[in-house]
């Protein structure tokens, strides 16, 4: 069997470091990605190698082509052809109204989590499609229930960033199901993370809670596992879907 080595981008902190984890309990060798936060990547890699599993912390900003370029570059000759991506790192800012958001602001959500994705798919495809002597692969991309709820009065930005997330899915999943590659996005709902204290909100989980059907937040855990299940040949005749992690929202 081929080896197993996948980028999980933002691989150092919440979803993205419980899916670094797993996915080495799974037998992947990682790429753990990060942006500025080397600690937290590096704790990641310490503990799956203590755990006897194989892992890199990679330094790269996904919205810069050339540090994207240099992610695949540094995975493939550290650990080896690259079998799956996990596009998982993203942004969100303050929450406020679009009237009052700056352009500036459009551009960085847009940059990290629209144009950040399509790079990292874009190198991903560039090695593991058969059309190009690749050995075919899994894409997961990470959306969020908010391209279905649209985030209204918190970050629209944010919301509408995820419906191009569904899109790229849906589009991409077709363009390469004749290469060995299957492209799939799992959308959670309100899970238990740092990102809320960047919207200005450290206990947005807590106050959600009771809008979403389970009565509660989920944890990176429960987010993990559905990226795993659609990495894993488990999902083999799955491509262009999705699986909403958001306890029934
Ligand atoms: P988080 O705890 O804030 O972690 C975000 C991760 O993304 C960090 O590892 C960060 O790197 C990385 N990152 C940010 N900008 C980056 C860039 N330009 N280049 C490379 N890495 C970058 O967030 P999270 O809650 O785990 O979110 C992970 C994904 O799930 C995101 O796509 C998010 O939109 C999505 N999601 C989350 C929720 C939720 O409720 N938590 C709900 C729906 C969807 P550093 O560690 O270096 O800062």
Known sequence: MAAKIVVVTGGGRGIGAAT??????RGYAVCVNYARDKASAESVVARIAK?????????????????VIRLFETTTRDLGPVSALVNNAGILEQQTRLDEMSAGRFERVFATNILGSFLCAREAVRRMSTKHGGAGGAIVNVGSAASRLGSPGEYVDYAASKGAIDTLTIGLAKEVAEEGIRVNAVRPGVIRTAIHASGGEPGRVDRVAKFVPMQRGGEPEEVARAILWFLSEESSYSTGAFIDVSGGR
């Open 20 to 25: 670094s984890w797993l996915a080495a309990e």
């Open 51 to 67: 755990a006897g599993g194989k892992a890199i912390a990679v330094q790269a900003d996904v919205a810069v082509e050339a540090d």
